[in-house]
């Protein structure tokens, strides 16, 4: 049983230094990149290179770029692995997507491969995926990222295998910065996810690239029973999550452990009220959540508002409060919340017509970048007591 304090330490990132050049965080889920040290922009016209470690045409340079520069900020393990790919068929892929610019880079120090696995580093297929979610569509920065609680979706370049999303799109990371970032693009600002993230102070930019620094190796999104599990036990050794697992995409709203009470649930229980937590079909980060109506897979319609409380989404005669948005899985999205709905309400034919209506929409469109929602009113201030 994880206690609230640490599920709370999980969903709610709490920066303790303010010194953006010695930010740190207590937070298990967020990775602060701080680019307080910008280096004078660098112009990144094009140079083309024929050395071994770049086998991808590279019109803008950008490929070349990166080169350089991992080696003077003294990342030679991401220097190394990126080279030990550049000779593969799925690592020139990722360089000539990469070679085309408009994009960032997210790139680990040293240290921060520490917790990699050699099964990864060793195994080009998924050092490419690693890095392919280090990669963003996109130049990005302070001044492009929503002020927390608010988030920013950014796609990267994952995709393909286990992370397949409707429409064929990439899996996203999410960024979000502090308040005092609001203004000018500087200061530090975070990848949220599920694991650590400290300080980092080396950035390359110009127009068709930004490199900054990272002191985590970003996760790769997993299952979305190895997501929930830790957080709602309740499913633990049940099958209720397998049609998740192989959905071709979904949004979930999970009610944490300690919205579920004392309340008892059989497995038939959650079964019939599961349904009115999914959305089928649908990614819906919180940047969407309140552009469109909503019907749950049971068919039931969802209510999403938004007060200077939060974001609530109410099923049947339940309301809960988001606490924690845009959990990414590899497949989907998971929102947090702190009730669960009894809705057993099941409208069968609502839940067909909304499926097709969803999986139609999402060949056609992509999430809306910048445009935020609130998370929750007042994170940093839930203290899990
Ligand atoms: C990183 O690589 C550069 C250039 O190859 C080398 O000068 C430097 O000593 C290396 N740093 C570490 C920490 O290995
Ligand atoms: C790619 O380059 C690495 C290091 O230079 C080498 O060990 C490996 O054999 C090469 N792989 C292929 C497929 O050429
Ligand atoms: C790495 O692979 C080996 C052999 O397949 C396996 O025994 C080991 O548990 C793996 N290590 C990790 C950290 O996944
Ligand atoms: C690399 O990882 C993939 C995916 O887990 C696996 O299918 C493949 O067998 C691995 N390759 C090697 C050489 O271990
Ligand atoms: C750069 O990429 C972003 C994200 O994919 C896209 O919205 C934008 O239009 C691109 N800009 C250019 C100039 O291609
Ligand atoms: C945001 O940052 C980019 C990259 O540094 C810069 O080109 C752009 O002018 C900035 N925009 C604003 C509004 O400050
Ligand atoms: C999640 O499901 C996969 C099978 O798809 C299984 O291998 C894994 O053990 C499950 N994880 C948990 C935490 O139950
Ligand atoms: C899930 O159940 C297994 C035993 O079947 C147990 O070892 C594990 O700790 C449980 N996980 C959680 C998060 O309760
Ligand atoms: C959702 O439905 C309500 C009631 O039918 C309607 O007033 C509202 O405009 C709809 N919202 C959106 C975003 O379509
Ligand atoms: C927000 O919460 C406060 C304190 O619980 C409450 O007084 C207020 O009515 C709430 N606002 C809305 C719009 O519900
Ligand atoms: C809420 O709805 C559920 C079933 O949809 C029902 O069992 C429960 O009694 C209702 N609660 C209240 C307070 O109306
Ligand atoms: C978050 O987004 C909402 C809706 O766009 C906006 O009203 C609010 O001011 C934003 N909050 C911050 C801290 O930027």
Partial sequence: ???????????????????????????????????????????????????????????????????????????????????????????????????????????????????????????????????????????????TTATIPNDTIVRTFLNGSEYHLPGGFSSPIVLSKQPKALLKDVGPFEVIQNSFGLITNEELSGPDLRIFVI??????????????????????????????????????????????GTMNFSVTELEQVLPNHIINGSVVYSTELLLENFTSAGGEPFLIEQNENGTFVTSGNVTALIVGADWIVSNGVIHVIDHIFLNTDVDQEAAESAYSVNVAQAVSSDVFFVRSVFKWGERGVYSGE
Wanted: aromatic content about 8%; proline content about 6%.
């Fill in 1 to 143: 049983m994880i206690s609230l304090t640490h599920l709370f330490i999980g969903i709610l990132p709490i920066i303790l230094a303010q010194d953006p050049t010695i930010t740190t965080t207590s937070s298990d889920s967020t990775t602060v990149i701080d680019s307080t040290t910008v280096s004078s922009t660098q112009s990144l016209t094009a140079v083309i290179t024929n050395t071994a470690s770049v086998p991808v045409t590279d019109p803008n340079g950008v490929v070349k770029s990166i080169y350089d520069f991992l080696p003077g900020a003294g990342l030679n393990i991401t220097y190394n692995l990126l080279t030990q790919i550049s000779n593969t068929s799925e690592g020139i892929s990722l360089l000539n997507l990469v070679s085309q610019g408009n994009i960032s880079f997210l790139a680990p120090t040293d240290q921060a491969y520490q917790n990699v696995s050699t099964n990864i580093t060793s195994n080009s297929t998924l050092l490419t995926q690693l890095f392919s979610y280090h990669f963003l569509q996109g130049v990005w920065g302070p001044n």
């Fill in 215 to 260: 002191d985590q190796v970003l996760q790769l999104p997993q299952k979305v029973n190895d997501t929930v599990i830790p957080t709602q036990p309740l499913f633990n050794n049940t099958n209720l999550l397998d049609p998740l697992i192989d959905s071709e995409g979904f949004t979930l709203f999970l009610p944490y452990h300690h919205a579920v």
